[in-house]
């Protein structure tokens, strides 16, 4: 008996179409047989999918609940009980790829919402690296890296490129990342970002390191420190710690795709002089024996 819908993707059969679609993506990658080689995961990679095709199309998911396997059970390619043509993508085009078959369609009533993937070839290329078994039915697109430095990444930039013997320009969005894809014209860039001396990047924060005196983190004070977006004040809380980090919210990176920037954190280093004048050595010795008499200073 074939297993039921709901539990082959793991979801309750009150699940929101959202839902599904994040279960069968976490599924879809897990099992992918580039990842898992062998027949059991071959047969998990195409129970999701045939789960997903159904239960992701409102009439075929009604026409599940209250038929069950029944409502799909017409043979391949054939017209199905309540319409359309059998197999689990609706039937248009078929083969072999690995261990595992596929069909596939690009048209008609019965397209296939590939679980928040804008289609298959985004499975194979976006999230596996691999060749995809379609490419038979589209011109492969060519590869080209481009090498940009951090606050271009940032910010965005337009970059001049020569391919194919023609001078383009290619506009980097602000907020990619290091092995960011870019689709231009007939063409897949991979950027390259080089890293910064002060900023390192965690997703869309930013991480960086700032040196305070010992007065400054006993007392408190307000200081200068740069930011991907430039130079803004700081409230150093007195009793500051060392390796402290006190967060900017909203000065890190742009989200790639929109809504919102991520936040930039501020690594505290406290600088231990080296050299001390007399006056000085004096002042801390003083400052000893004052904490002496209140039994610490903690």
Do not use: C
């Not at 038929?67 to 009980?81: K, L, S, Y």
């Not at 038979?136 to 090498?147: F, K, P, W």
């Not at 014209?185 to 001396?197: A, C, F, I, Q």
């Not at 710690?241 to 900017?248: K, N, T, Y």
Request: aromatic share 12%.
């Amino acid at each position: 008996m074939a297993k039921d819908f709901y539990e082959a993707l793991g979801v309750s059969k009150s699940a929101s179409d959202d839902e599904i679609k994040r279960a069968y993506r976490k599924l879809a990658l897990q099992y992918h047989p580039d990842r898992n080689k062998g027949k059991e995961s071959e047969e998990k990679f195409k129970e999701v999918t045939k789960a997903y095709e159904v239960l992701s199309d409102t009439q075929k998911r009604q026409q599940y609940d209250q038929f069950g396997h029944a409502a799909f059970e017409q043979g391949a390619g054939g017209p199905g009980p309540f319409g359309g043509t059998g197999g689990p993508f609706g039937g248009a085009q078929s083969g072999q790829y690995g261990p595992f078959s596929y069909t596939y369609t690009t048209g008609g009533a019965n397209d296939f919402d590939f679980g928040g993937f804008s289609d298959p070839f985004e499975i194979f290329e976006q999230f596996f690296g691999g060749a995809s078994p379609f490419s038979q039915q589209r011109q492969r697109r060519s590869v080209y890296s481009l090498s940009i430095d951090f606050m271009e990444a940032v910010h965005g930039t337009d970059k001049k490129v020569t391919i194919d013997g023609k001078s383009q320009t290619i506009k980097i969005p602000a907020g990619v990342d290091n092995g960011t894809r870019i689709r231009f014209e007939k063409y897949d860039v991979v950027v390259e970002v080089s890293p910064d001396k002060q900023f390192q990047r965690e997703g869309t924060n930013v991480v960086s390191e700032q040196e305070i005196s010992f007065p400054q983190a006993a007392i408190g004070d307000n200081i200068d420190v740069e930011t991907v977006d430039g130079t803004v004040s700081l409230r150093i809380p007195s009793g500051t710690q060392p390796d402290a980090v006190i967060r900017l919210r909203g000065k890190g990176i742009s989200h790639v795709r929109g809504g919102g920037k991520g936040d930039h954190y501020v690594r505290i280093k406290i600088v231990v002089p080296k050299n001390l004048t007399s006056r000085q050595k004096d002042l801390l010795e003083e400052f000893e024996e004052e904490g002496k008499k209140k039994k610490g200073w903690f």
